[in-house]
């Protein structure tokens, strides 16, 4: 296939020097006959688009048969011409096709999540299913130009809570031997939107109230001894949630109510 030159009419803004799988002559032959044209520009942001999909950004110099030359923060780099794909002058050409949007991603990672919480799903294919989760709920809330914080908090507290089901899940099969856990729980009991849950207050209630005749760590037992060194507030918490013993079916209506606030911020007004 031959390479190309493309030319708008705008002086030559838009210029497009397409080479792809040429034979090395034809390849040097082409890029020599738009080398008038490209001395003529003096653009910042183009891109050189090599055969293996990497992107360079920078300001264009020049073409010869050595090459192609782009300048990149102040250091001019010489590109083979047999590895370049394109040169774009001015801006590049979107990249096709544009994935889906991070706020659709993570809704989506959410709502799978969610229905699998009513299937019986065991804890190993629950969890691993949160740590995916957790990945594209931190892509959406990183982007940048994302959605306000009406919707971004909701997705944000329903994906915590998510978390502290599993490991709730985990630390509650052996409070003592998962202390590792107490800590992290506490942190997100602690959470100004995790809070609000029910079973959040109810555990911040019987940290508060130690003689609360209903307050987990008053009952010893074999299986779950309560510690004898004196607990960090936040840990408390998470022991205490974690002697609960079902940690997950506490949390997981919070989570699925955040989520619903969420589609409904999403929904056409």
């Given amino acids: 296939m031959v390479c190309c030159a493309k030319v708008g009419r705008d002086e030559m803004k838009d210029v497009l020097l ?21 001395f003529t520009l003096n653009l910042l942001g183009d891109t050189i688009e090599l055969k293996t999909g990497e992107r360079i950004d920078g300001a264009f110099k020049q073409a010869t048969s050595a090459g192609a030359v782009i300048e990149v923060a102040g250091q001019s780099i010489t590109i083979p011409l047999e590895k370049v794909k394109a040169i774009y002058f001015g801006a590049a050409v979107a ?3 544009a994935g889906p949007a991070p706020s659709q991603e993570a809704m989506d990672a959410l709502r799978a ?4 919480t009513g299937s019986g799903i065991a ?14 709920v931190d892509r959406y809330l990183s982007s940048p130009g994302n959605d306000g914080t009406d919707l971004q908090e909701p997705i944000r507290v329903a994906m915590l809570e998510y978390e502290l089901a599993a490991k709730g899940w985990l ?12 800590g992290p729980m506490g942190k997100i009991l602690e959470d100004s939107g995790v809070s609000k849950c029910p079973v959040a207050k109810a555990i911040v209630y019987l940290r508060d109230n130690p003689q609360t005749a209903s307050n987990p760590s008053s009952r010893k037992s074999k299986s ?4 004898a060194r004196k607990q960090d507030p936040t840990e408390e918490l998470g022991l205490l949630f974690a002697m609960k013993g079902d940690a997950p ?21």
């Fill in 249 to 269: 079916s506490t949390v997981w209506p919070c989570a699925s109510g955040q989520l619903a606030e969420a589609e409904r911020l999403l929904a056409p007004h």
């Fill in 113 to 116: 999540l969610r229905s699998v």
């Fill in 224 to 227: 779950t001894p309560t510690p």
């Fill in 123 to 136: 804890y190993r294919d629950y969890a691993q299913r949160v740590l995916d989760t957790r990945v594209k």
């Fill in 18 to 38: 397409l080479i792809r799988n040429a034979p090395r002559e034809m390849t040097r032959i082409c890029a020599l006959a738009v080398l008038p044209a490209l």
């Fill in 171 to 182: 630390a509650s099969s052996s409070p003592v031997e998962y202390a590792n856990l107490w």
């Fill in 95 to 97: 990249r096709t096709p």
